[in-house]
């Protein structure tokens, strides 16, 4: 008989003792089943498709909304207004959006990229990679303000590290540069409308505010392309001396926020 | 000597030492040397406690980053509780940048209960006070690092575990005699683990609860157990032998089991609560981290060494969470089932689901079979023989061997030399990579090793269960038949 050896058990004991057997062995039983069910389930397990699908990443805090494309070069990542006008585009499309790694110019859009997200925290990480180095972009965003940090990681020994990120709108309609980064305008209109000339009137004021980590680029600020329509570009440059190995080391961050006009 | 029957008890007193010393003082440093010093000895202790502090300067490399930035982060803040809760945010915040640059999906930082956080906040407040502040750096995944801790820092955060250490000798001592604990304090692999992290301050809740279940004090053990917890997570799973136990020895067997696991709950609820996200997402880390290191899973590893497989590193990382999660439910069900059915006692099921849970995990470090190791020195005490004995040695010396090769041994010292001004990071990180050319082939004896291991755990939980009961009981033909 069952639990008959045990000394001084009462009949109402070894019914608990039963009991406890009969649910660690309903549990069991339960867990085979979900164990085969799990194994077959491989496409689950394996988790392959994690972001497979997702070609865009879209963080909102109800008053600026960012658009990061996982793949292309623009939108890296896109700040807009919740009423859609586009405030600044970091584009990695754009001829100016360089990298120079001991002097051997790298064009972003070139670069191997990887990126994840954090909705909770409204965070978009992406990794640009080379061979023996990677370019960190980290955008975080916080009410109408948003923060890019750009870091650096050496796999081997770099001297030298030069990152020129353009700033991209279809048409500024007035930029003015400063030491510490620049205040732009913004038409909420059409790219046809400002270029009819339909539209000519600023809706917003953007301000991008560059802190680099080490010392300052001569220029931190420089305007890019300039058309008969407003300024198209508008570059930002960071330097980096000898950055250890194995680390995420900051280059610098912006701050983007905006104020309607 | 007053007479009273705590100083009577004490084998050597020394008479002068309390004499100015107020008479309830005096009891009580008494009451002390009898339960540690009486029992052990006190040339023993104290030879302990100093061959520890001469290796607390030694550090493990990319954990002494974690107990450097985790004190640098909280030494910061005044406010013990933002302070603690700056690791889990930073933790996070890393993760999403090892997953963004295609490193990981988690980045391995604070990945552990908030209570050595608690314990170590005044320390990384009066070292930020006195010293200045501490600067975190932050390696990337995969990269040899070590944090340059100051000697003094380094014995200073180690004095907990240190002290856990003697106070587990003491249990030992009282569980398994003085021979036990005596052995336990000059155990290479037991001095390892208490110069490499803070395992040890979960052992005297652990083993506390478990002896508190073994008196039937069931709210205490709870509590106990909820607390050791409340350090690393694994004591939590002591529960489930002290619910068991409560079911077949208390009178009010669902009262009991009520308040043990009630008291647990409470006791891990009241420390985690105020940083309950960062436990969640440490939590998440550990559900969803690639296994390895000494579990059955080390095999991914060697796969990589035959050229056929080598390209298995993307299918491990896939596929090795998901399979653990099955592997560690299963072995710990499995093992909770069949030790109900043999009756084993409190001590031995405990062993049993230690066993189990290094057998099923998906990731054993070399630090994990600590309280596997306590808990069969003291079920060899208790009831020896050679099968326990081979058991207790696979126990810390396969652990240690694999520690030594795998860290490897030299990176101890690394930390300490950098502090001192004798190596430059960069110099360390060049010899680490003329370490990895060699490190791929002993890929394969790292398994080996690891296999080892697991068979061990395996061969122990088969002969618990196969062994001594509680009491002269049915063999399991019967039983099943029985059941059914």
Not at chain 1, 197 to 212: D, F, H, L, W
Not at chain 1, 220 to 238: K, M, R
Not at chain 2, 46 to 59: D, E, F, K, V
Not at chain 2, 126 to 153: C, E, Q, V, Y
Request: with cysteine; hydrophobic share 50%; charged share 15%.
């Amino acid at each position: 008989m069952l639990f008959d050896a045990w000394p001084g058990a009462k009949p109402t004991q070894l019914k608990a003792v039963r009991m406890v057997l009969l649910g660690l062995s309903v549990a069991l039983i339960g867990w085979l089943g979900y164990a085969i069910g799990r194994g077959q389930s491989l496409a689950q397990i394996a988790r392959l498709y994690r972001d497979e699908t997702v070609n865009q990443y879209t963080i909102d805090t109800g008053q600026l909304v960012a658009q990061f494309a996982r793949a292309s070069g623009d939108l890296k990542p896109l700040l807009s207004t919740t009423d859609g006008v586009s405030l600044v585009d970091y584009s990695d499309w754009d001829y100016t959006s360089v990298v120079i790694v001991d002097g051997v110019r790298y064009e972003l859009v070139r670069l191997v990229p990887s990126s994840s997200v954090d909705y909770g925290n409204k965070r978009i990480v992406e990794g640009l990679r080379s061979t023996d180095w990677q370019l960190s972009r980290e955008i975080t965003l916080s009410g109408n303000q948003a923060t890019i940090k750009f870091g650096f990681l050496a796999d081997k020994p770099v001297h030298d590290v030069r990152l020129t990120m353009a700033h991209v709108d279809w048409y500024y309609l007035s930029v003015s540069p400063s030491a510490t980064g620049f205040v732009a305008t913004v038409p909420h209109a059409s790219r046809t409308e400002v270029e009819t000339g339909e539209i000519r009137t600023p809706a917003y004021q953007v301000t991008v505010t560059a802190k680099p980590a080490g010392s300052p680029a001569p220029d931190v600020v420089t305007i890019g392309l300039n058309t008969p329509y407003g300024i198209e570009t508008v570059d930002t440059q960071f330097h980096l001396a000898n950055p250890p190995v194995g680390r995420v080391v900051s280059l610098g961050e912006e701050i983007v926020s905006y104020r309607k006009l | 000597m007053d007479g009273s029957p705590i100083s009577s008890v004490v084998a050597a007193p020394n008479p002068w030492a309390w004499r100015l010393a107020p008479a309830r003082l005096r009891l009580l440093l008494e009451a002390g040397s009898a339960a540690l010093g009486g029992s052990i000895g006190w040339s023993a202790l104290l030879g302990a406690i100093a061959l520890r502090i001469l290796l607390s300067p030694l550090q493990h490399t990319w954990d002494s980053q974690t107990w450097w930035n985790a004190l640098a982060q909280m030494g910061a803040d005044p406010n013990p509780l933002t302070a603690i809760a700056h690791p889990y945010q930073s933790m996070r915040a890393m993760s999403d940048l090892a997953a963004g640059l295609g490193r990981e999906l988690y980045y391995e930082y604070w990945a552990y209960p908030p209570g050595m956080l608690m314990l170590w906040w005044p320390l990384a407040r009066l070292w930020t006070l006195a010293a200045g502040p501490m600067i975190p750096h932050f390696a990337i995944p995969d990269t040899f690092t070590a944090a340059p801790f100051p000697p003094l820092l380094s014995f200073l955060m180690k004095v907990p575990a240190i002290a856990a250490d003697v106070i587990t000798a003491g249990l030992l001592a009282r569980l398994a005699g003085r021979t036990t604990a005596r052995w336990y304090l000059f155990n290479p692999y037991v001095l390892l683990v208490c110069l490499w992290t803070f395992d040890p301050v979960m052992m005297p809740l652990l083993l506390g609860g478990l002896l508190a279940a073994e008196r039937g004090r069931w709210t205490l053990s709870g509590m106990l157990l909820g607390l050791g917890g409340a350090v690393k997570f694994v004591p939590l799973l002591f529960l489930a032998p002290v619910c068991l136990w409560a079911m077949r020895r208390s009178r009010t067997r669902w009262r009991s089991a009520v308040f043990a696991a009630g008291g647990g709950a409470v006791a891990f609820a009241v420390v985690c609560l105020p940083w309950w996200n960062g436990v969640q997402f440490a939590l998440a880390f550990q559900a969803g981290r690639a296994g390895g290191s000494m579990s059955w899973q080390s095999i991914w590893n060697a796969l990589g060494w035959w050229q056929p497989l080598a390209d298995f590193r993307t299918v491990h990382l896939s596929l090795s969470a998901g399979i653990g999660d099955l592997t560690l439910s299963g072995a710990l069900l499995v093992t909770l089932w069949l030790t109900w059915l043999r009756q084993l006692d409190l001590w031995d099921m405990s062993l049993a689901l230690m066993l189990a849970y290094l057998a099923g995990s998906k990731l054993v470090n070399e630090v994990y079979p600590l309280p596997a190791l306590a808990l069969a020195a003291i079920c060899l005490a208790r009831g020896a023989s050679p099968a326990r004995q081979r058991l207790v040695l696979a126990l810390w010396v396969t652990p240690l061997v694999f520690a030594l090769i795998n860290v490897p041994f030299w990176g101890f010292v690394v930390s300490p030399a950098e502090a001192l001004g004798l190596v430059s990071a960069n110099g360390a990180w060049t010899y680490y990579q003329g370490y990895a050319q060699t490190y791929q082939y002993l890929s394969p004896a790292l398994a080996g090793i690891g296999v080892t291991f697991q068979g061990a755990c395996v061969y122990g939980i088969v002969h618990l269960v196969r062994g001594r009961r509680t009491e002269a009981g049915t063999r399991l033909g019967p039983v099943l038949a029985h059941a059914v």
